[in-house]
C-alpha cells in the first residue's frame, strides 16, 4: 500500500464514528485506488516481452492488449486489482505449448495501459471488445478481481465455453466486505460504503446482487467451471469461492490449494495442469459429474511446493 493509500485509511478508520458518510467516502476512494502499478517480475520478463501488442480504447483509456501463440483456440486471461498481465507468465508458456492463442491485457490505470481511474465494467468491456476482434474463446481464466470481471463477462457479454476463477469471488460483495473488514469499518459506515459502490453503478446494493452475483445468476448452461482458491489467502478467504463451486454443482471442479496465498498461487504446478485440463479436456476434467460429487465431500487440498 502507498503512503497516500496508508493515509486514506487512517483517515477513514479516524472519521468512522463522528463523520460516518465522509468514511464512507474515504472508503470508497481507497477501495478504487489503483496505485502502486504492479512491475514486471524479473522471472516474467521473457515472457511478457515476447507478447504482441496492441493498443485499443476502453471510456477513454488507452489499454495495452498483448497476444501469445497463433493456434486456433483462444484463451482469454483476466488479471486482478493492482495486478497486470505479465502475472500469468507461467500460464501464458503453458498454454502456448499447449497450441493455444493466448490474449490477455492491462486494464485503465493498471500496467502499461493508460488512465487513472477503472472499475469492473472495463474489464467486461474489453472482454466484449476481444471477443468481437479475436474470439470467440476456448476459455476465459481471471484471477482475483479479474476472476469476478470473468464470471461478469461469461454470463453477459463474451460466452465462453469454459471459465477458470482463481483466488476469486462470485460477487462484488466479498470484496467490499474485505475491504470493510480490514478498514475495520462500522457496520454503519459498511453499510454506507456498500450504499456509495452501488451508487457508481447507477445501481442500488440489490441492483448490483441481482447484475454481478454469479451465485444467484449461474454461469449459462452447459459453461464449465474450474474454482481454483487457496485455504491460507488472506486477501480472499474461500468462503466465496466455496459458495461459487456449490451453485454449478455438477459442472464445477474445486481445487484448493494449501500454503500459497493470493498471488503464489497463479505460479503453482498444480494450479497449472489444473487449467490445462480444462482447456484440453474441454470440461472442468474427466468426468465432471463424479468429480464435483466428490469435491463438494471432499475438496482436494494439495500442499505448497
Known amino acids: 500500500m502507498s503512503v497516500s493509500?496508508?493515509?486514506l485509511a487512517a483517515g477513514?478508520?479516524?472519521?468512522?464514528?463522528?463523520?460516518?458518510?465522509l468514511s464512507a467516502r474515504l472508503a470508497?476512494?481507497?477501495?478504487?485506488?489503483?496505485?502502486?502499478?504492479m512491475a514486471?517480475?524479473?522471472a516474467d520478463r521473457a515472457t511478457h516481452d515476447e507478447a504482441r501488442r496492441e493498443r485499443i480504447r476502453i471510456r477513454g483509456s488507452e489499454v495495452v492488449v498483448y497476444q501469445w501463440g497463433r493456434g486456433e483456440r483462444a484463451v482469454l486471461l483476466m488479471h486482478g486489482w493492482q495486478g497486470r498481465a505479465s502475472q500469468f507468465a507461467p500460464l501464458v508458456r503453458e498454454l502456448v505449448a499447449e497450441g493455444c492463442r493466448v490474449l490477455s491485457f492491462d486494464a485503465p490505470a493498471h500496467g502499461a495501459s493508460g488512465g487513472t481511474g477503472t472499475d469492473l465494467?472495463?474489464?467486461?468491456e474489453i472482454a466484449a471488445r476481444l471477443q468481437r476482434t479475436d474470439g470467440p474463446f476456448h476459455a476465459i481464466v481471471g484471477h482475483s478481481f479479474g476472476g469476478l470481471a470473468a464470471l461478469t463477462a461469461a454470463r453477459t457479454t463474451t460466452a465462453a465455453p469454459r471459465v477458470a476463477v482463481i483466488a476469486g469471488a462470485a460477487s462484488p460483495a466479498a470484496f467490499l466486505a474485505e475491504s470493510a473488514r480490514a478498514l475495520r469499518l462500522s457496520p454503519d459506515v459498511e453499510a454506507r460504503f456498500g450504499r456509495r459502490f452501488a451508487a457508481r453503478f447507477r445501481l442500488d446494493p440489490e441492483g448490483i446482487t441481482a447484475a454481478y452475483d454469479a451465485v444467484r445468476d449461474p454461469l449459462p448452461a452447459g459453461t464449465e467451471l474450474l474454482v481454483v482458491h487457496d485455504r491460507a489467502d488472506a486477501r480472499m478467504p474461500d468462503a466465496d469461492a466455496l459458495r461459487l463451486h456449490a451453485a454449478h454443482a455438477g459442472r464445477s471442479r474445486l481445487?484448493?490449494?494449501?500454503g500459497l496465498g493470493h498471488n503464489r498461487v497463479l505460479r503453482a504446478?498444480?494450479?497449472l495442469d489444473a487449467v490445462l485440463d480444462l482447456v484440453r479436456s474441454g470440461s472442468a476434467g474427466p468426468d465432471t459429474a463424479a468429480r464435483a460429487a466428490r469435491d463438494d465431500a471432499t475438496p482436494?487440498?494439495?500442499?505448497?511446493?
Open 5 to 7: 493509500a496508508r493515509l
Open 12 to 21: 477513514t478508520r479516524a472519521t468512522g464514528t463522528v463523520a460516518p458518510e
Open 28 to 37: 470508497l476512494r481507497l477501495f478504487f485506488t489503483t496505485a502502486p502499478r
Open 40 to 42: 514486471v517480475r524479473e
Open 121 to 124: 465494467r472495463d474489464w467486461v
Open 255 to 258: 481445487l484448493r490449494t494449501q
Open 269 to 271: 504446478d498444480e494450479v
Open 300 to 305: 482436494e487440498v494439495l500442499p505448497r511446493r
